[in-house]
């Protein structure tokens, strides 16, 4: 069963920067569109950018400019860099194919954690 691994969270002051990773327990993150997702305490869950097999990619407005998607497909790895980090910024990260399907719920690793603040 597939189950994603995700890693690199922290905290950080504003401005700073983090690279979140994420594996997979089989190889799937080079055939799907991957997104990263993210969920702040007492909001829905969103999507936050996706990369397609083709490296064609989508951010959503907040985070356009400043964060980075990209995949490495011999480590079998999804990336999210991300720069110029605000305090909206704070919420547990997930990786999981996008874009989200009921198919994929038991796919959703235990997520990293991302702390902006001073």
């Known amino acids: 069963q597939v189950k994603f691994v995700d890693s690199g969270g922290g905290l950080v002051q504003p401005g700073g920067s983090l690279r979140l990773s994420c594996t997979a327990s089989?190889?799937?993150?080079?055939?799907?569109?991957m997104g990263w997702y993210r969920q702040a305490p007492g909001k829905q869950r969103e999507l936050v950018a996706t990369?397609?097999?083709?490296?064609?990619?989508y951010y959503t407005d907040s985070v356009k400019g400043r964060f980075t998607i990209s995949r490495d497909n011999a480590k079998n790895t999804l990336y999210l860099q991300m720069n110029s980090l605000k305090p909206d910024d704070t919420a547990v990260y997930y990786c999981?194919?996008?874009?989200?399907?009921?198919?994929?719920?038991?796919?959703w690793g235990q997520g990293t954690q991302v702390t902006v603040s001073s």
């Open positions: 990369i397609t097999g083709s490296s064609d990619t």
């Open positions: 089989t190889v799937i993150i080079n055939i799907y569109t």
């Open positions: 999981n194919i996008a874009p989200y399907s009921s198919y994929w719920e038991n796919y």
